[in-house]
Nanobody, 121 residues
Framework: VQVVESGGGLVRPGGSLRLSCVAS????????VSWHRQAHGKEREMVAI?????????????NYADSVKGRFTISRDNAKNTAYLQMNSLKPEDTAVYYC??????????WGQGTQVTVSS
């Protein structure tokens, strides 16, 4: 199983980035996907989560940390084994390493290596 994030980088305040998370070796559609971040010297926190049942036509919607609501959007494309985190109106306090997690029951729980996001002028 491999989980790989990409799309991080340096962006100015107010800018946007889209992170991608590709999971291989799993039946991706079964897995809940979440994005987490860890800023230097701080604990890792979850910023967004989307369940396997969340689709464009379902009533099950993603959830977000209060600090990113209205600015970040999590989505998934099961056909591509890929999840995304669209980040808009970025702030310096969004600077962190962002990690993708895919989980199906407590026994199947996988993390990526992280991608750095730096918001600075």
């Amino acid at each position: 199983v491999q989980v790989v994030e990409s799309g991080g980088g340096l962006v100015r305040p107010g800018g946007s980035l889209r992170l991608s998370c590709v999971a291989s070796g799993v039946t991706f559609s079964r897995y809940t996907v979440s994005w987490h971040r860890q800023a230097h010297g701080k604990e890792r926190e979850m910023v967004a989560i989307i369940s396997s049942a969340s689709t464009a036509s379902s009533d099950i919607t993603p959830n977000y940390a209060d600090s990113v609501k209205g600015r970040f959007t999590i989505s998934r494309d099961n056909a591509k084994n890929t999840a995304y985190l669209q980040m808009n109106s970025l702030k310096p306090e969004d600077t962190a390493v962002y990690y993708c997690n895919v989980q199906w029951t407590r026994w199947y729980d996988y993390w990526g290596q992280g991608t750095q996001v730096t918001v600075s002028s």
